[in-house]
């Protein structure tokens, strides 16, 4: 018993790749008082999509991401792209909610590292 245990995925839901290198597409997420939260992003080339917090935003960003994760496993499940599934995020956004996207926000990013900047300030 002294070598490492394997574990093996058996079943888990569809989920988008986490990284990328190519060019994103992203948008960011406030709360009602319009203050950033975080952001959510999306590359088709790799099928990637995720959501990255803002470290400004603390405890109440980090939390409002699990619904924005929520809603991207949601479109993956669905068989959506992640691009159409950020599409589908902007279009349903509702700025009466506690978090919302922004839709002025919606920009392209040269990449990933580009969005992870934005969220450290």
């Known amino acids: 018993m002294t070598e490492p245990l394997q574990f093996d995925e058996v ?3 569809p989920r988008y790749a986490t990284s990328t290198d190519k060019r994103v597409r992203y948008a960011a997420v406030a709360d009602r008082r319009g203050t950033v939260l975080g952001y959510v992003w999306a590359n088709d ?3 990637a999509a ?3 917090v803002r470290r400004a935003g603390g405890d ?3 939390n409002m991401g699990a619904l924005w994760v929520a ?3 949601d479109a993956k499940a669905r068989g959506l792209a992640p691009t159409a599934a950020l599409t589908e ?3 349903e956004s509702d700025p009466e909610k506690p ?3 922004v839709s002025e926000s919606i920009a392209e990013a ?3 590292e580009i969005v992870k900047t934005l969220a450290q300030k």
Request: proline residues 4%; glycine residues 4%.
């Open 50 to 52: 995720g959501w990255k």
């Open 11 to 13: 079943d888990s839901p």
């Open 89 to 91: 995020m902007v279009r």
């Open 60 to 62: 109440e960003a980090f």
């Open 45 to 47: 080339e790799d099928d």
């Open 99 to 101: 978090s919302h996207i």
């Open 110 to 112: 040269e990449s990933l």
């Open 71 to 73: 809603k991207l496993h």
